[in-house]
């Protein structure tokens, strides 16, 4: 499990991208788990942006505030078209990433570490660093390619969690699907929140 990287006192920022695969409800779900436990650099593709209104109806940064309720000071928003952002540069002080939910075209991105985007360059960035990567993909079926270069990031470090969720836990809605998955993210985080029941088998 990874854990928070800690200076002077303070906890390090994560950065949380979201791009254009389905699933924008992971992605509202795990910044709002986020948003009291640790600071947040938050990049949103245009795709994601996209996404977003078209799954949820949120459309801009104050539409995300507005569903998201919480202390959104410690939360830094860049855009993705800016490379010479903070989270672009190894000399960042980070915990790690999660691209959530993540395209099969960023997923092919950070394998070949093309870096065009923000989001992809501060994926390459986490790699080079030895910094947690996870990457959250949502598609099926999965061609060759698409496990071939998921296959690529997880030797190169980073953590692949399918948005697959689970149902041993008797789900009643879309919000228990959401909180498995989420939940297993969290959990690679290393930050204490719980969404979902775990397993037990007594």
């Known amino acids: 499990m990874t854990t928070n990287r800690i200076e002077n006192g303070d ?20 910044i709002e788990s986020l948003l009291a436990e640790v600071p947040i650099h938050l990049i949103v593709s245009g795709h994601g942006w996209r996404l977003l209104e078209h799954e949820t109806g949120i459309k801009d940064l104050d539409a995300l505030k507005t569903r998201v309720p919480g202390p959104w000071d410690r939360v830094t928003v860049f855009p993705d078209d800016d490379r010479g952002a903070t989270p672009a540069s190894g ?4 915990s790690g990433m999660v691209v959530c939910p993540c395209s099969m075209g960023t997923v092919s991105a950070i394998a070949h570490g093309s870096s065009r985007s923000l989001v992809e360059r501060a ?67 290393g930050v204490n929140v719980e969404l979902a029941p775990r397993w037990n088998a007594e």
């Open 11 to 30: 906890l390090l920022p994560w950065v949380v991208a979201v791009t254009g695969a389905s699933g924008a409800r992971y992605a509202v779900r795990l």
């Open 91 to 94: 000399s960042a002080r980070l």
């Open 123 to 189: 994926a390459d960035v986490m790699l080079k660093e030895r910094r947690p990567l996870i990457v959250v993909p949502r598609e099926t079926p999965l061609s060759l390619i698409h496990l071939r270069n998921l296959t690529t990031i997880a030797e190169a470090g980073g953590i692949v969690i399918p948005a697959a969720p689970g149902f041993y836990n008797d789900p009643q809605g879309i919000d228990d699907l959401v909180n498995f998955v989420v939940q297993r993210i969290v959990d690679q985080m």
